[in-house]
């Protein structure tokens, strides 16, 4: 069993930054890809960054490249997503999410979500 718990969210204005992290506990945290989902209001639950287990590979949806980064302290058992110039689109419910064999962006693929933190955008 994993347990995540996500921080970092807030309201935040459009062009700025929010440092989102998720503290695992539970199984081995560091043999695992870690991603990051993100859920609007009225949309489904959809995949924004994932990174495998020595942080050798990230992925990143096309929306969020080159303003999003994602990352690791495997001897923390955290992740964390770096997000720059925020977008209005980027106003969402941000979960992290644990349990896939590999570098997944499909929902199905994970076992395990943290409860979520609100990330709001303001224009």
């Known amino acids: 069993q994993v347990q995540l718990v996500e921080s970092g969210g807030g309201l935040v204005q459009a062009g700025g930054s929010l440092r989102l992290s998720c503290a695992a506990s539970?199984?081995?945290?560091?043999?695992?890809?870690m991603g990051w989902f993100r859920q609007a209001p009225g949309k489904e639950r959809e995949f924004v960054a994932a990174?495998?287990?020595?942080?050798?590979?990230?992925y990143y949806t096309k929306s969020v490249k080159g303003r999003f980064t994602i990352s690791r302290d495997n001897a923390k058992n955290t992740v964390y997503l770096q997000m720059n110039s925020l977008k209005s689109e980027d106003t969402a419910v941000y979960y992290c999410?644990?349990?896939?064999?590999?570098?997944?962006?499909?929902?199905?693929?994970?076992?395990?979500w943290g409860q979520g933190t609100q990330v709001t955008v303001s224009s």
């Open positions: 999410a644990a349990g896939s064999n590999y570098l997944s962006d499909y929902v199905r693929d994970y076992d395990y």
């Open positions: 539970g199984r081995t945290f560091s043999s695992y890809p």
């Open positions: 990174i495998s287990w020595s942080s050798l590979s990230t």
